[in-house]
């Protein structure tokens, strides 16, 4: 349980990785079955796709491996954090997480929800302009705001 006014805990913060890949048939699960192999699991996975190539944001168990593994296969990616918050209750706890982060005049990048989190929790995925001073806000208001260790199962 969150109380508010608490200090965020430390942890490790949520890390996405965007990857770049021709847009064709089979190349998405081409990704997802070269992650199993290394035993890392997609815990959230966004795609945005054009005509040629298909850029797929990923939240993965393992991130450190994930990156050894794209280095070393030579597949193109960025990375960046993102605050990811855990609700009980979807519908008010979203509205008022999005509310928290205006009054503290935060700008969302963008956002997406994650699979399904082992304790019930639904999740949600931002990448903010301002992570860090984002996740403190959002955590003292009492919203449960989860690190990678959290997410790895």
């Known amino acids: 349980m969150v109380v508010k006014g608490e200090i965020l805990p ?15 048939a089979g190349a998405l699960v ?10 890392i699991e997609v815990l ?13 944001r990923l939240v993965l168990s393992d991130p450190d491996t994930a990156e050894a593994l794209f280095i070393e296969k030579g597949i193109p990616h960025t990375v960046c954090e993102l605050v990811v918050v855990g609700f009980r209750e979807v519908g008010e706890e979203l509205i008022k997480c999005l509310d928290t982060l205006r009054c503290a005049e935060v700008n969302i990048d963008f956002a ?15 990448h903010l302009d301002d992570g860090d001073f984002a996740a403190n806000v959002l955590h003292s208001a009492g919203f449960r705001v989860l690190n990678q260790q959290e997410l790895s199962r």
């Open 112 to 126: 997406y929800g994650l699979l399904p989190h082992p304790r019930g929790l639904t999740l949600m995925a931002f």
């Open 10 to 24: 430390p942890g490790e913060p949520v890390r996405q990785f965007s990857v770049l890949f021709a847009n064709r």
């Open 30 to 39: 081409s990704l997802t079955n070269l992650l199993k192999r290394s035993h």
């Open 44 to 56: 959230g996975l966004s795609v945005q796709d054009s005509r040629d190539a298909t850029i797929a």
